[in-house]
């Protein structure tokens, strides 16, 4: 099978994305659903990490390095905007840590439910599956399809 584009994933990716409403949704859930994601693995450790006794070794950062491995095979400049998102989503994360409110892991999984059902309430409205139902691949295609969006209006190419 042929290597995807950048602009053939979008392209395929926006045929179920053509409903303002749904695309309004889209931009505030994607973030939070990738924010929750990383916050609830982060909860999870990788085995051996009490042995290094690092609180970065973790499933959450295991999936930033995933996802930054399909990034880079698509394009190196959206590669770099998403481990700037990515950075931030981490810092975000051991701020909430940094204030001691309550499990992380709570947190995150409150916000990612709440954001799922927001994304399928837009789904639901625009009339059309999400694409990750065709190809579980467009759930890491969601977070760049807006950061090209960011991209296309600052005129930097990808």
Partial sequence: MPKRSPDDWFAAYGVCHQNSTNKTIHWICVPLIMLSLIGLLWSVPLPGAASI??????????????????????????????????????????AYQRLDIGPLWIASLAVFVVAWIGQFIGH?????????????????IGPIWLLAFVYRRLGIRY
Avoid: H, T
């Fill in 53 to 94: 006794g690092s609180p970065y070794w973790n499933c959450g950062m295991l999936l930033i390095a995933v996802g930054m491995l399909f990034y880079l095979r698509l394009s190196l400049s959206l590669a770099g905007g998403m481990l700037l998102v990515s950075a931030v989503s981490v810092a975000i994360i051991l």
């Fill in 124 to 140: 639901k409205i625009e009339g059309q599956k999400p694409a990750f139902f065709e190809d579980i691949q467009f759930l890491l």
